[in-house]
């Protein structure tokens, strides 16, 4: 299984930006279809975006598209979500996640946390004023 770390979490005001890293060992990550998920307290962990192995198809939840962005740097064993003009909303525990067995049939999304067998520790997003 593949070890993946998160950093660049943080507190930022309402209307700001924060990058997430996800770096991967153990494995190579472009094998890998990586998703990003969060959970606020009191609230189920749901899928923000995920990056498909190999062709790098993206794919974002309704509430996150137009302002985050996921991407890969491969040189880096990196995934990366670029999240703009965030909002109290957007606070949580954000995890990345790797799966190298995900099957793309027609439709499928790859949202959902309990397809993903590797996770990362999580790291903290805090927007407020």
């Known amino acids: 299984q593949v070890q993946l770390v998160e950093s660049g979490g943080g507190s930022v005001q309402p209307g700001g930006s924060l990058r997430l890293s996800c770096t991967a060992s153990?494995?190579?990550?472009?094998?890998?279809?990586v998703g990003w998920f969060r959970e606020a307290p009191g609230q189920e962990r749901e899928g923000v975006s995920c990056?498909?192995?190999?062709?790098?198809?993206?794919y974002y939840a309704d509430s996150v598209k137009g302002r985050f962005t996921i991407s890969r740097d491969n040189a880096k064993n990196t995934v990366y979500l670029q999240m703009n003009s965030l909002t109290p909303e957007d606070t949580a525990v954000y995890y990345c996640?790797?799966?190298?067995?995900?099957?793309?049939?027609?439709?499928?999304?790859?949202?959902?946390?309990?397809?993903?067998?590797?996770w990362g520790q999580g790291t903290q997003v805090t927007v407020s004023s």
């Open positions: 996640a790797a799966d190298s067995t995900l099957f793309f049939y027609p439709g499928y999304v790859c949202l959902g946390q309990y397809d993903f067998g590797s």
């Open positions: 153990g494995g190579t990550l472009d094998y890998y279809t």
């Open positions: 990056i498909r192995s190999r062709v790098d198809t993206t």
